[in-house]
């Protein structure tokens, strides 16, 4: 009887801790959503900017699966050891088996870039920017890219836009600061 008495408590005080987790107003934090967060962004202060960039990037960079994340992970890790080899081919599997994550795409055409193959940059960043028009770091890398071809009115125009929706990211100041003797004057 006492055995079934203390198993009973377990599971009502199981049940309680679900439903008090679950109920709405418990302090479960709700992440804000991608447009809100966009729209702090583009009125914050540098500060904020950098909170705000996190949490969106923490969003972007969750695809929903904890195999897909660790492909992620891993090929980041690479790119940043300088191992391009390992990170093609852990953003390649990434891409492969999750074609509609756009932080896979944009995470390989840095790591095509950085090895100076543009076209296949270019078409992962197309994909990216597809899947995620508002992702400032796609931009940016496009500029780059844009820059490396000597086209200083298409990088402006990318950074332009990144900036219009960042407008306290730092390599994308830096970049219009340089192209606006270039291109001023000129036409975008």
């Known amino acids: 009887m006492l055995e079934k008495l203390l198993r009973f408590k377990a599971i009502v005080a199981a049940v309680a801790a679900v439903v008090t987790i679950s109920s709405p107003g418990t302090g479960v934090a709700q992440s804000p959503s991608e ?32 195999t897909m994340d660790l492909l992620l992970r891993r090929g980041q890790d690479a790119i940043e050891r300088g191992d391009l080899v390992a990170a093609m081919e852990h953003l390649t599997a990434l891409v492969d088996h999750a074609p509609g994550f756009a932080s896979g795409w944009l995470k390989r055409s840095e790591a095509f870039a950085r090895m100076e193959k543009f076209g296949p940059a270019v078409a992962d960043l197309e994909q990216a920017l597809a899947l995620n028009p508002n992702d400032y770091d796609a931009l940016y890398i496009l500029g780059t890219v844009f820059e490396h071809f000597l086209d200083p009115e298409k990088a402006y125009e990318a950074y332009k836009r990144a900036k219009a929706i960042h407008p306290h990211h730092e390599e994308v100041t830096t970049a219009l600061e340089r192209l606006a003797p270039i291109v001023m004057g000129k036409e975008l």
């Open 35 to 66: 447009a809100d967060l966009l729209a702090a962004l583009a009125r914050a202060d540098a500060e904020e900017a950098l909170r705000l960039d996190r949490e969106l990037r923490a969003q972007w960079d969750h695809s929903g699966s904890a």
